[in-house]
């Protein structure tokens, strides 16, 4: 089972167990459990409840505020409100630093060991790539490469996170570009094509015009061979009568002798 069909049924799991919670007491439970959870990186589902909305201004409002966190924000989001937010166990504390590389991850490919060890707190390098191998590699949420000469992290890929609030209007807009500019690229493409064929085609209709101009040539210069071959035998036909008549002209006639008796 990949990450993303086990991710979806622990989320079913957890809405339906949600949904069905009458008070605020009864979802904090829920809130902990889907912020520890090993294989859980997206909570926009529980938040959309109704029930979990309705945690606001409630006595229970700090773990709404702890699912917002854990859907937008990162590890330094929690430690400029730790004061606020209850504290967070181990489990939370790891997910949310693996939350927090994919944030990074979102807007850069190449992400510098120093960023890494100052967003995390992760005082050495050591520490720093048996986290990023053992809990975001293995995890299954990044692919990419330690490059300990150039000091960065290379990613490749990196899991998707909750949409943040306005982002997307943001997505929307962006795509909506996009989709401008393939519009407006395949009308090029469009265009291209038709001029391809249509120059084709005159390649065609001038090849055929040339085919038929050499045989035209071919024809014009068979026939003149023709006529001069029977102007050449009409001139001079009968060669052999002719030189006979000549011969017998100039041959020199043989005198005959008296016969004696």
């Not at 606001?56 to 700090?62: Q, Y």
């Not at 854990?70 to 606020?84: E, L, P, Q, V």
């Not at 992400?111 to 790539?129: F, H, I, Q």
């Amino acid at each position: 089972m990949d990450m993303e069909q086990k991710q979806a049924e622990i989320i079913d799991q957890l809405v339906r167990r949600a949904s069905t919670c009458s008070n605020g007491e009864s979802l904090v439970p829920i809130i902990i459990e889907a912020t520890s959870h090993p294989s859980l990186f997206a909570f926009s589902e529980i938040l959309a409840l109704t029930n979990v909305a309705q945690l606001e201004g409630s006595a229970h409002s700090v773990y709404l505020e702890v699912l917002r966190l854990f859907a937008h924000g990162t590890w330094g989001d929690y430690k400029c409100n730790a004061s606020r937010i209850p504290q967070l166990s181990p489990e939370q504390i790891l997910k949310l630093k693996q939350l927090t590389v994919l944030t990074l991850a979102e807007s850069n490919k190449v992400l510098p060991y120093d960023t890494l060890m100052a967003e995390l707190d992760v005082t050495n390098v050591r520490e720093l790539e048996d986290f990023l191998i053992n809990d975001c590699m293995y995890a299954g949420i990044v692919r990419g490469k330690l490059d300990q000469l150039k000091r960065c992290f290379e990613v490749p890929f990196a899991a998707g996170r909750d949409l943040r609030p306005g982002q997307l209007g943001n997505m929307l807009h962006t795509l909506s570009n996009w989709l401008n500019t393939s519009e407006n690229l395949l009308g090029s493409i469009q265009d291209k094509i038709k001029w391809a064929d249509n120059m084709s085609e005159m390649d065609k209709k001038h090849r055929k015009e040339a085919e038929e101009r050499v045989e035209e040539v071919k024809k014009s210069v068979s026939m003149k061979g023709d006529i001069d071959s029977r102007g050449h035998r009409d001139m001079f036909g009968e060669p052999s009568a002719v030189m006979d008549y000549e011969e017998d002209r100039i041959r020199p006639k043989r005198r005959r002798h008296p016969v004696t008796r």
